[in-house]
């Protein structure tokens, strides 16, 4: 299968294409390259082909010859898209958009959307299921149901569209993103040898490493299309449900020596539980392999053999606001989030 990755200079795009090409299927990449300064450790055996091109700006010919595609070049998390919400909805849901139609018209059966579990917003029944209500709080969750809602009637017998509800991520790859909770707190806890909580921590987070999450895009491309035609997964296990508080803990726990303290209740509201029963009972081959205690063992390994500095831990490229302010104050890119010219 011929597939094409967007976003493949970051966080999770960089660790997708090795599995892919070892699976025997030709990667093609496309990325526009924000992060592409944000370079932690030389984690990839294999790289695949990238045009360095805006999602906005990918024409009919880049999609000759595909057979899937699998999408996650959006602006990525609630802060970066709080930024610019204007652009975000540009970018995130009708960029996204735009590229499925385009898609649909150039003959490609598969198209793999990456969504989240923040959907959920803020849930307080149970955990929650494909089936239950979205309830969106930021920009980024929001153009997140937008693509859903208007990609899923585009199905047909020709163009399966898969929508994979993210938990939110964890891990060690090569294209590093420090403004995730179990990550962040690692780097903390390394560099800083605190984990300073400025929240009670009761708030629950359905966590899923990134490799998992590449696992089951893998397993999505590659099974029966009754089974994954516009079908949305909650990507995770429920098992790996955890209160913000525990994961602290569990960290703590790993990088031995490490003070841990918690404030108040928090500004953030989000707190949602997830099942993630449909995606292990029906999608063949998938099952998560970490938790949050392997994830953490695995960053404090990587932290240890790259000897990860307090610099290095805050610089911009590790974390999606800070980067794409840097790119605003510089003006390397212009008001609609495109390169500036020369």
């Known amino acids: 299968m011929k597939v094409l990755v967007t976003g493949t200079e970051g966080y999770l795009g ?17 990325d526009i390259g924000y992060y592409k300064v944000g370079w932690l450790y030389n984690g990839t055996e294999i790289t695949a082909k990238t045009l360095n091109k805006d999602i906005r700006h990918i024409s ?22 709080q930024l610019a919400p204007n652009i975000t909805y540009d970018i995130n849901h009708k960029g996204s958009v735009r590229l499925a139609k385009l898609a649909k018209e150039a003959g490609v059966r598969r198209f793999v959307y990456m969504s989240s579990c923040s959907v959920y917003g803020v849930a307080t029944e149970g955990d929650v299921t494909e089936e239950s209500p979205v309830n969106p709080q930021t920009a980024y969750a929001e153009c997140k149901t937008l693509v859903e809602r208007d990609v899923a009637p585009m199905a047909d017998d020709d163009f399966s569209p898969t929508f994979m509800r993210n938990a939110t ?99 953030d509201n989000r707190s949602y539980r997830v099942s993630f029963e449909k995606i292990n009972t029906i999608l063949p081959g998938f099952k998560c392999d970490w938790n949050a205690q392997r994830g953490a063992q695995q960053l404090y390994d990587v932290f240890s053999q790259i000897d990860l500095t307090e610099e290095t831990f805050t610089f911009r490229g590790f974390t999606r606001l800070k980067q794409l302010e840097y790119l605003i104050r510089t003006q390397l890119i212009d008001k609609d989030f495109f390169w500036a010219k020369k």
């Open 14 to 30: 960089s660790l997708l294409p090795t599995l892919l090409m070892e699976r025997g299927h030709e990667v093609l990449g496309v």
């Open 60 to 81: 009919a010919e880049d999609l000759q010859g595909v057979d899937g595609i699998v999408h996650m070049a959006e602006l990525s998390n609630d802060p970066a898209g």
């Open 169 to 267: 991520a964890f891990g060690a790859s090569p294209r590093m993103r420090f403004d995730i909770v179990l990550n962040n707190l690692s780097g903390l806890a390394w560099t800083t040898k605190e984990i300073k909580m400025t929240s009670d921590g009761t708030p629950w987070r359905p966590l899923v490493h990134a490799l998992d999450i590449c696992k089951a895009i893998v397993c999505a491309l590659e099974a029966p299309r009754d089974i994954i035609h516009n079908q949305i997964f909650n990507v995770g296990d429920t098992s790996n449900n955890y209160r913000v508080k525990e994961v602290a803990e569990i960290i703590a726990d790993v990088f031995t020596g490490c003070k841990l303290s918690f404030g108040d209740n928090g500004a």
